[in-house]
């Protein structure tokens, strides 16, 4: 059963636009690749400032993803995402059916 | 012995008047899903040193406010909402007013020069005045 996620993922500031860009493209693969898909457009947020410093960082490139993906498959990306030198913070969220609904994905599983 | 206390605690009269109950932001606005990605919605919930504003100031109830709670932290892992926020010149010397907390913080702030020169001044101006 396919269940609703809402990924987002901070890429490193530092590292070159382009390079942050090919992230949403890899982080899509990669979901595709466990089983999972990606529901709509990959939101691109650009540079944003942190409201903390991060590893001393105050800039990083966020990414949101609407994802469904059958429980426990996106386990090795998280993985993969808490390795990766250039992604500073990451975040999985199950979303709650009602919101999953909202959304338009709930009826897709 | 319940009913007593409800009959105590039922609002009558003036005491009606003191406790005007507060709707929440989540209900004028009507907000089905708390997202921690909001962050307009989210500092309306948090204080001037961005802490979580509590039930009785936000109006919230049980639930709410535990969504609330949630996605500010969520933000806050992310970047998007400060842990803290120092303000700036709130202090005047020690006691003053504030809660008791601010108050305990405010005397391990002292470190820094500018707040320690105001205080050496307050105490100059507390000496001549008396003088």
């Known amino acids: ?59 990083g490139y966020y990414i949101v993803l609407n994802v469904e993906a059958p429980g426990g498959a996106l386990d090795d ?26 959304r338009g994905m709930g009826s897709a599983a | 012995m319940t009913s007593k206390r409800n009959k105590a605690r039922s609002p009558k009269g003036d005491s009606a008047k003191k406790f005007k109950k507060k709707t929440s932001v989540l209900v ?3 907000v089905e899903y708390v997202d921690y990605k909001d962050v ?20 919230n109830d049980v639930q709410q406010q535990r969504d609330i709670a ?27 007013r504030g809660d008791g907390e601010g108050r305990r913080r405010n005397e391990e702030v002292t470190e820094t020069p500018e707040q320690v020169d105001d205080t050496i001044e307050s105490t100059d101006t507390g000496e001549t005045a008396e003088a």
Do not use: C
Not at chain 2, 71 to 91: C, G, H, S
């Open chain 2, 28 to 30: 004028t606005e009507q």
């Open chain 1, 77 to 102: 990306l998280e993985r993969t995402l808490r390795i990766a030198d250039d992604i500073v913070r990451h975040k999985l969220i199950r979303l709650p059916d009602a919101e999953a609904a909202r």
């Open chain 2, 40 to 59: 307009n919605l989210l500092t309306r919930f948090v204080s001037d040193r961005s802490k979580i504003r509590n039930r009785r100031v936000t109006g």
């Open chain 2, 70 to 96: 949630t996605a500010i932290k969520n933000a806050r892992e992310m970047a998007l909402l400060p842990y803290t926020k120092r303000v700036a010149q709130t202090r005047t010397g020690r006691g003053g």
């Open chain 1, 1 to 59: 059963m396919a269940r609703a996620y809402e990924l987002m993922v901070i890429v490193d500031g530092d590292v070159e636009e382009t390079a942050a860009q090919a992230w949403t493209k890899s982080l899509s693969d990669s979901i595709t690749a466990a089983g999972g898909s990606v529901h709509g457009k990959p939101d691109w947020w650009g540079k944003r400032q942190f409201a903390y410093p991060i590893d001393k960082k105050e800039y």
